[in-house]
C-alpha cells in the first residue's frame, strides 16, 4: 500500500498536474489528494468518456493529465480511447479501478464480467497496462514505464488499481459551495429534507399498480431498507441509465405509471436523455430527480449539479411538465396526483444516509424475476 502524496509527487515531477474522472471509492484517497494540493487541478466529470477528452484536450495544451474512473465505467471512455486518443496520437495516463478483480475482494455483482475482462479490454484498445503500484519502491519504475511509452508512442497508458492499493486520505480543503437553486419552475429552494424522508413520502404516495425504478447507489438501498416490495427495482452499475430503462419501461406498459428516482450524478453522466424522453414523451413516466450535490455513495465528491437548472434542462428538451420541491409533503402531493403526462420534479435534498444501511438480500437477477412475476400476476402489459 502507499499514499496518495507518494504517487502524486512523483507524477508532478513528470509534469502531471491535471486530474480528471468519475469517482470511485477506491479513488477516494487521490481526489482528497488532489483536491488538498493547490498546485494541482482537478476537474469532476459526467462520465469516464467525458474524463478522457478532457485530459487530452489538457495534453495537447501541453499539460500533463491522468483521468481515472471505475473500471465498470470503462466502457463509457471506449469511444475517445478509439477514436480520439488514438487518432491524435494523445498520451493520456489512466487509472482504471479494478472492481471485480478475479481472486481479489469481494465486490457487488455488478462488476463481476467486467472484472473479468478488464485487462483484455485495455489490450484490445492497444492500450499497455499494469498493476498499480503497491509499494512505494515501485512508484518510479510504473511512472516510467508509462512515460516511455508516451515517448515512444505518444498514446495512453493504463494502471489498473486494486482495493486497498492506497491508503486512506482526509480532504483538507473547503467544500464547494451549493447555492439555492434558482429554476425556471419557481423560486430558489434550499434542501431541508434527507433522501430518506423523501423516498417515504414518495412509497406513500404510490399506487399498487405503479411500478419504481431507483437509481444505483444509495437510492436504492434507502428504498429496500424503507420498505421492500415486488414493484421495485434497484439498480446496481449501468450509472446514468435508470430513466432510459423507465422510459422502455414505459412504453413496454402503457397502462402502468412508472416513477424513475434518478440522482444529480446519474443524471448528469448522461444529461441528454432528457431530450430522448421530451421527444418521447411517455404520458405514464414519472421522473424524480433526488440531488444532493455529490457522489455520496462513492465518498461525497461533489457533482457539478450546483450550476444547473435542472427543471430549465428538462422544459427545454420536451418535458410538458416540470416542478421544483425541497419539502417531502409537497413531493409526496405531486407523486399523488393522477394528472396524466410526462413529469419531472427537482427535489434538492441534504446529505446523509442512515447507519448500518442494509444491502437487498436478493439478488439482481432475483429482484428482476421478483419484479417480472409481480407484473405477470397484476395481468396486462
Known sequence: ?????????????????????????????????????RALRYVGAVNEGDAVAIAAGAVLGGRGAIAMFQNSGLGNAVNPLTSLTWTFRLPVLLIVTWRGQPGGAADEPQHELMGEITPRLLELMDIPWRPFPAATGEIAAALDAATRHFESESRPFAFVMSKGAVAETKLDAAPPLHLP?????????????ARQQMLAAIQAALQPRDLVIATTGFCGRELYALDDRPNQLYMVGSMGCAVSFGLGLALAQPRRRIIVIDGDGALLMRLGVLATLGAERPPNLLHLLLDNGMHESTGGQATVARNVDFCAAAAASGYPETALVNDPAALGRLVASSAAGLRFIHAPIRAGIPEKLPRPKQSPVEVAARFRAQLQGCGDA
Not at 496518495?4 to 479513488?27: K, M
Not at 437553486?181 to 429534507?193: E, F, I, N, T
Request: charged content about 10%.
Open 1 to 37: 500500500m502507499i499514499t496518495a502524496r507518494e504517487f502524486i509527487g512523483a507524477a508532478a515531477g513528470r509534469g502531471f498536474s491535471l486530474y480528471t474522472g468519475v469517482p470511485c471509492s477506491y479513488l477516494t484517497p487521490f481526489i482528497n489528494q488532489v483536491l488538498s494540493d
Open 181 to 193: 437553486r434558482a429554476s425556471a419552475a419557481g423560486a430558489a429552494v434550499a434542501p431541508v429534507a
